[in-house]
């Protein structure tokens, strides 16, 4: 079912406009990745359930309403346009270091009519302002991550259960021995049932 019926199937409350919005983004992203490769042209005919519904995973562990969002590292727009479109009162900072990427990414939110979305070619160190969540997609190891995107998350009242969100796979124990703080980690298959999702994972690391 690799089609936007595989994300009703999960979130099945869409407004009529996010299911268009949904149904409009596979379309894009293959017409763009015909001029721009931003996603492997073997995972093109599986973007719903391998990019778009991943990128949604975080939206099944922590609502991201009224919230700043930063992604980095965004390649093509994921997480963020996924979790863009759930959360029309959110707001979200895509963040690459390629700019033809952040062009991709800037054209499908412009399409989909997204004003809730900045894109900027610049690497996390140099984006300017305070965030509730910084959210990933495998972008490096954790420990390099948090130095760059420390100094951007507020965390000034400790009940707002501020931190990063990355997607990850695979068995993490070492990597995230590295870090030396708390985390949190779930498998996506609690949320899907699909077997792409058997070892994928959400770890948290609040601030």
């Given at each position: 079912m690799d089609s936007s019926s595989i994300v009703e199937k999960y979130f099945p409350t869409l407004t009529t406009q996010q299911k268009a919005q949904f149904q409009d983004l596979g379309t894009l992203y293959a017409e763009w990745n015909e001029k721009i490769n931003v996603i492997s042209?073997?995972?093109?005919d599986n973007i719903y359930e391998k990019h778009i519904l991943h990128a949604l995973s975080i939206a099944k562990f922590q609502d991201l309403s009224g919230k700043k969002i930063l992604d980095v590292g965004t390649g093509g727009g994921f997480p963020g346009i996924p979790l863009a479109i759930l959360f029309p009162d959110a707001h979200f900072t895509l963040v690459d270091s390629i700019g033809k990427k952040i062009k991709v990414v800037q054209a499908i939110s412009d399409a989909l009519g997204l004003?809730?979305?900045?894109?900027?070619?610049?690497r996390a160190e140099k984006t300017k302002g305070k965030f509730d969540f910084v959210v990933s997609r495998a972008v490096t190891r954790m420990k390099s991550f948090v130095n760059w995107v420390n100094q951007k998350i507020q965390s000034d009242n400790p009940n707002d259960n501020c931190?990063?969100?990355a997607l990850k796979g695979g068995d993490l124990e070492d990597e995230m021995a590295e870090i030396k703080r708390m985390y949190q980690e779930v498998?996506?298959?609690?949320?899907f049932s699909e077997p792409f999702y058997t070892t994928k994972k959400i770890v948290f690391i609040p601030f």
């Amino acid at each position: 079912m690799d089609s936007s019926s595989i994300v009703e199937k999960y979130f099945p409350t869409l407004t009529t406009q996010q299911k268009a919005q949904f149904q409009d983004l596979g379309t894009l992203y293959a017409e763009w990745n015909e001029k721009i490769n931003v996603i492997s042209r073997k995972d093109i005919d599986n973007i719903y359930e391998k990019h778009i519904l991943h990128a949604l995973s975080i939206a099944k562990f922590q609502d991201l309403s009224g919230k700043k969002i930063l992604d980095v590292g965004t390649g093509g727009g994921f997480p963020g346009i996924p979790l863009a479109i759930l959360f029309p009162d959110a707001h979200f900072t895509l963040v690459d270091s390629i700019g033809k990427k952040i062009k991709v990414v800037q054209a499908i939110s412009d399409a989909l009519g997204l004003e809730n979305v900045e894109a900027y070619h610049q690497r996390a160190e140099k984006t300017k302002g305070k965030f509730d969540f910084v959210v990933s997609r495998a972008v490096t190891r954790m420990k390099s991550f948090v130095n760059w995107v420390n100094q951007k998350i507020q965390s000034d009242n400790p009940n707002d259960n501020c931190g990063i969100i990355a997607l990850k796979g695979g068995d993490l124990e070492d990597e995230m021995a590295e870090i030396k703080r708390m985390y949190q980690e779930v498998a996506i298959s609690d949320y899907f049932s699909e077997p792409f999702y058997t070892t994928k994972k959400i770890v948290f690391i609040p601030f």
